[in-house]
């Protein structure tokens, strides 16, 4: 098993700065890839960023060239820098951890992030 806790979520004022962080600890020889997800309130979970211990990147659209994903593999955590913070970026915000990408096998609790004036 793989325990996933984040941190770094709160209010923020539109075009502010927050950076997410998810320590991730058990079985971690498993994991090969971390991401960040997020879930709007009457909205399904969608992708943020996903990133490889080796360091492949992959965005959703709506977040490139704002948000930055980065991976420590030495302490194991993967880190979101958001940038131009804005409203519809509103929600709460999972980390997740898997074998590839695509497949996020655990998940954290979740941290919340609201983007209001």
């Known amino acids: 098993q793989v325990q996933l806790v984040e941190s770094g979520g709160g209010l923020v004022q539109p075009g502010g700065s927050l950076r997410l962080s998810c320590a991730a600890s058990g079985s971690i020889f498993s994991i090969a890839a971390m991401g960040w997800y997020r879930q709007a309130p009457g909205k399904q979970r969608d992708l943020v960023a996903t990133i490889t211990r080796a360091y492949a990147r992959h965005y959703a659209d709506s977040t490139k060239g704002r948000f930055t994903i980065s991976i420590d593999n030495a302490q194991n955590t993967v880190y979101l820098q958001m940038n131009s913070l804005q409203p519809e970026d509103t929600a709460v915000y999972y980390c997740?951890?898997?074998?590839?990408?695509?497949?996020?096998?655990?998940w954290g609790k979740g941290t919340l992030v609201t983007v209001s004036s």
């Open positions: 997740g951890a898997g074998k590839n990408s695509f497949t996020m096998d655990y």
